[in-house]
């Protein structure tokens, strides 16, 4: 006996993505805005002074991507649980992506969904974390293994927030945007290039232009069965090595940029790109204080880690190359030989 279940409604979850001053926001629910203390410490009076909502609650967790686990979570969920949120309660995600992420991943799990808006306050975050619906936390075998898609209901992207950011998080911020570029959008590097992202109106310029490249490829592609896997250019090379620091010494651009390099290390032994176009992204990286060198101490032990990525199946990998500057391929062919040649590589640095 068969039984079909016909489930064939569409759900439309299109949002808008403003990028200026916050406005003025109202809620006439419950809404509870999850931060950290830096952030709170810093903005939150600003965010108050725009916002209300008929109960207001505020959860703060601990700083940092090692927090970004089931024991933070678990905080977030007893707080909702204690203030009775229902369906029509709403989140919001106040904060970097290690906020993002989890108070996202919170939002697709409290009585299976409720809504959540992010507020995005690193340039990371602005440019590629709280724009797509990747919701998700870490844990011992690797980032971001649990987790769910779920779209936000909007996002606000303040240029203001940026004014506190230290140095190291707008060279992380910096990375995503060069990966966006090298994969999608030649022009956009040469832009990059040419210009110097420090600067107020290049910045917000910079911004939209990472947004826009983002979000249409989330529309092309929202659970990342295809095209959207392309942004995850280097991180599969950056996952390995956040695990085996422990996530302590490099913040995720920063292994993201020197996954960007690993991954260039590759194309270049595929003949997909040439050396003079590794050494203008490794430039580019370097203009803003990223890393983009990193110890390999042990190669088999870094291979076998790739086995933990999410985009990985069955006993192939799947890596994201560029091919050249502003195409990219996504491939689970690459053979050992070539892989381990590149991880010995930087093992001898």
Known sequence: MQVNISLKKVVDNSYNIMIDSLPTLHFDTKVAIITNPKVAGLHLGYLLSKFSAKELYIITIPDGEEYKNQQSIDTILDSLFNHRFNRKSLLIAFGGGVIGDMTGYVASIYQR??????????????????????????????????????????VYIDPYFLSTLPSREFGAGVAEIVKMAVTFNKDFFEFLEKNDL??????????????????????????????????NYGHTFAHVIENETKYKTYLHGEAVAIGMVMANE????????????????????????????????????????????????????????????????????????????????????
């Open 113 to 154: 969904g409720i809504d959540f808006i992010q507020i995005p306050t690193t340039l990371l975050s602005q440019v590629d974390a709280s724009v797509g619906g990747k919701t998700g936390m870490n844990n011992a075998y690797g980032k971001n293994l649990v987790g769910a898609f779920h779209q936000p209901k909007a």
């Open 266 to 349: 590759v194309a270049i032994k595929m003949n997909l790109m040439t050396q003079n176009e590794a050494y203008r992204i490794e430039s580019l990286l370097q203009k803003y204080n990223l890393p983009t060198k990193y110890f390999i101490e042990n190669s088999k032990s870094f291979y076998d880690t790739f086995f933990l990525d999410k985009k990985s199946a069955d006993a192939k990998i799947t890596f994201i190359i560029p091919i050249g500057i502003g195409n990219v391929t996504i491939t689970d062919s690459i053979d050992v030989g070539t892989i381990m040649c590149v991880l010995n590589k930087f093992g001898d640095s």
């Open 198 to 231: 420090t600067h107020p109106d290049i910045l917000q310029e910079v911004i939209q232009k990472s947004v826009q490249t983002k979000s249409g490829v989330v529309a092309e592609d929202e659970k990342e069965h295809g095209l959207r896997a392309a942004l």
